[in-house]
């Protein structure tokens, strides 16, 4: 377990016609591997038996932001968590989540946002508040996490499989049409789904100036962080990385099955 990290204080400073010179800001940067976001809701226990889990198999410098619903974000206030895990950021404000439903992918966003801000990472990890690692992440593997660099454009996607007919409606979707860009692989998941600093920051940007496409996938009534930030990375950075598998069970029982260059199954809160 390695959850140290490095905090780097910068100084602004402005010499005036004088000689004299004033310090005009003071910005303090923390430098860490990777960075874990985590949307929750319920079970406190088996929260605390991921953040357990995540330090017994990233032998990396690590922080986790949590962002909670009202419930857990009380619940994980008012117990020791915070006060006992230096590593571990409550992202300020809950935010109530819905099931299949854009508002999952704010809180993914929100975390990204806080990162960039607070934190000098090289990678952004996005988990489910149900997954645990089947593999160790070191120094030595996780440069080699699985790269993604495929995608398709509207005229070369089978617009017919998995939730294109859906994601197609989205404000992002006919972005991504009328600029002729690609979208992300069909089948992808936001389980695992792994962005460097430099493609987070763009993603952050993006979003920023394209209000009317950040607002309607926030408020599109369906899963779209299955495919929004996957194919944003693809078009500004020209890949993304994958850690972890899907299943719409328990993976806990295939865990020998599983590919050996990824690392988090998802299993069942209990």
Same mark, same amino acid.
């Given at each position: 377990?390695?959850?140290?990290?490095?905090?780097?204080?910068?100084?602004?400073?402005?010499?005036?016609?004088?000689?004299?010179?004033?310090?005009?800001?003071?910005?303090?940067?923390?430098?860490?591997?990777?960075?874990?976001?985590?949307?929750?809701?319920?079970?406190?226990?088996?929260?605390?038996?991921?953040?357990?889990?995540?330090?017994?198999?990233?032998?990396?410098?690590?922080?986790?932001?949590?962002?909670?619903?009202?419930?857990?974000?009380?619940?994980?206030?008012?117990?020791?968590?915070?006060?006992?895990?230096?590593?571990?950021?409550?992202?300020?404000?809950?935010?109530?989540?819905?099931?299949?439903?854009?508002?999952?992918? $704010?809180?993914?966003?929100?975390?990204?946002?806080?990162?960039?801000?607070?934190?000098?990472?090289?990678?952004?990890?996005?988990?489910?508040?149900?997954?645990?690692?089947?593999? $160790?992440?070191?120094?030595?593997?996780?440069?080699?996490?699985?790269?993604?660099?495929?995608?398709?454009?509207?005229?070369?996607?089978?617009? $017919?499989?998995?939730?294109?007919?859906?994601?197609?409606?989205?404000?992002?979707?006919?972005?991504?049409?009328?600029?002729?860009?690609?979208?992300?692989?069909?089948?992808?998941?936001?389980?695992?789904?792994?962005?460097?600093?430099?493609?987070?920051?763009?993603?952050?940007?993006?979003?920023?100036?394209?209000?009317?496409?950040?607002?309607?996938?926030?408020?599109?009534?369906?899963?779209?962080?299955?495919?929004?930030?996957?194919?944003?990375?693809?078009?500004?950075?020209?890949?993304?990385?994958?850690?972890?598998?899907?299943?719409?069970?328990?993976?806990?029982?295939?865990?020998?099955?599983?590919?050996?260059?990824?690392?988090?199954?998802?299993?069942?809160?209990?």
């Amino acid at each position: 377990m390695v959850v140290a990290a490095t905090t780097v204080t910068g100084v602004t400073s402005v010499t005036g016609v004088t000689g004299v010179t004033s310090v005009t800001s003071v910005t303090s940067v923390t430098t860490v591997t990777i960075v874990f976001s985590i949307n929750v809701h319920e079970n406190l226990s088996f929260l605390r038996k991921q953040i357990e889990d995540i330090e017994a198999n990233v032998l990396l410098d690590f922080v986790i932001i949590i962002n909670a619903n009202e419930l857990m974000y009380n619940e994980i206030r008012d117990s020791d968590l915070l006060s006992t895990k230096a590593n571990i950021e409550l992202y300020p404000e809950y935010i109530n989540k819905i099931h299949n439903h854009g508002s999952l992918s $704010k809180g993914i966003y929100l975390n990204m946002e806080y990162a960039i801000k607070n934190y000098q990472f090289e990678y952004f990890v996005v988990l489910s508040s149900r997954n645990l690692f089947y593999n $160790k992440l070191h120094k030595d593997n996780y440069h080699n996490m699985l790269k993604i660099c495929e995608g398709a454009t509207y005229d070369q996607l089978n617009k $017919k499989e998995w939730h294109w007919p859906i994601f197609l409606q989205t404000t992002l979707g006919n972005y991504i049409i009328n600029n002729n860009m690609r979208f992300c692989r069909s089948f992808e998941y936001h389980e695992g789904a792994t962005f460097d600093y430099e493609t987070s920051s763009k993603i952050v940007d993006f979003l920023e100036k394209n209000e009317d496409i950040k607002s309607n996938l926030f408020e599109f009534n369906w899963g779209i962080e299955e495919f929004a930030f996957q194919t944003i990375s693809l078009n500004l950075s020209g890949h993304y990385y994958q850690i972890g598998n899907w299943t719409n069970g328990d993976d806990f029982v295939n865990i020998h099955d599983l590919p050996s260059d990824r690392f988090v199954y998802k299993t069942f809160r209990r």
